[in-house]
């Protein structure tokens, strides 16, 4: 990217977190698993920022909006628990990442809080057979950046 290209998808995410609270990136490279995460969450709404690893580009947007929609008038999000209605397609949990765990990933974040406290969450989901990343036969490339614990 150009640095004018830079400064244009900085200025359009500033604008959406302005407009819906938040705003969700997808990186997809090619050579490494694609994945989306918010920016704003924490800031507009108090709850922490959602990553996601390796889920096409929109059922992630879409999990982010819901993500959102549901936990936002919430004082606290439940971590380490299945939930079963983030999505009518498969229950997902939901497990606290470190931040120094991110520092490759969520770019739009960081610049974003500027050193300010924030936090992030990652949304862990089944595989394509229905298993967990901790359940024997799981195959699927979710990179999982936090400690999952079934």
Not at 37 to 46: A, L, P, Q, R, V
Request: hydrophobic share 30%; aromatic share 16%; charged share 20%.
């Amino acid at each position: 990217m150009t640095d004018e290209q830079i400064k244009q998808y900085h200025k359009q995410v500033d604008e959406n977190i302005v407009k819906y609270g938040y705003h969700s990136t997808f990186v997809f490279t090619g050579n490494t698993p694609s994945f989306c995460y918010s920016t704003g969450i924490y800031k507009s709404f108090g709850i922490p920022e959602l990553f996601i690893s390796s889920l096409p580009q929109n059922l992630s947007h879409e999990l982010i909006q819901n993500y959102v929609h549901k936990f936002k008038n919430m004082d606290k999000v439940p971590l380490d628990i299945k939930i079963d209605d983030l999505t009518d397609r498969f229950p997902v949990y939901l497990i606290e990442v470190p931040i120094d765990k991110l520092t490759d990933y969520v770019l739009s974040s960081i610049r974003f809080y500027e050193g300010k406290n924030y936090k992030y969450i990652q949304l862990i989901y089944l595989d394509t057979n229905g298993y967990f990343p901790n359940n024997k036969g799981y195959n699927y490339d979710q990179v999982i950046l936090g400690q999952f614990e079934q």
